[in-house]
């Protein structure tokens, strides 16, 4: 089992920067890859980042150049710099944990006003 804490969000301008972070704790040595994703109203749950074990990253085209996704592995914490934010990236935003099975946290909401 594996548990994910999300923390970070909030409400920001046009133009603005957010940081998310996300704390696994349980099993954490079945994680194979985490990431975060993102659900507007109305719209399907997307892919926002990802970076797996080896420090891969992949990106959803919308948000090159402007989100980083890190993680720090002594504090099995991963986070999203989110910069130069528009209102399209108005979501709410969960951690993933890929292992045996996808592992999720509760969701953390983010406006970005215009």
């Known amino acids: 089992q594996v548990r994910l804490a999300e923390s970070g969000g909030g409400l920001v301008q046009a133009g603005e920067s957010l940081r998310l972070s996300c704390a696994a704790s349980?099993?954490?040595?079945?994680?194979?890859?985490m990431g975060w994703y993102r659900q507007a109203p109305g719209k399907q749950r997307e892919l926002v980042a990802r970076?797996?074990?080896?420090?891969?990253?992949n990106y959803a085209n919308s948000v090159k150049g402007r989100f980083t996704i890190s993680r720090d592995n002594a504090k099995n914490t991963v986070y999203l710099q989110m910069n130069s934010l528009k209102p399209d990236d108005t979501a709410v935003y969960y951690c993933n944990a890929e292992a045996v099975y996808n592992f999720w946290g509760q969701g953390t909401q983010v406006t970005v006003s215009s």
């Open positions: 349980g099993s954490i040595y079945s994680i194979n890859a």
């Open positions: 970076i797996t074990t080896g420090g891969i990253t």
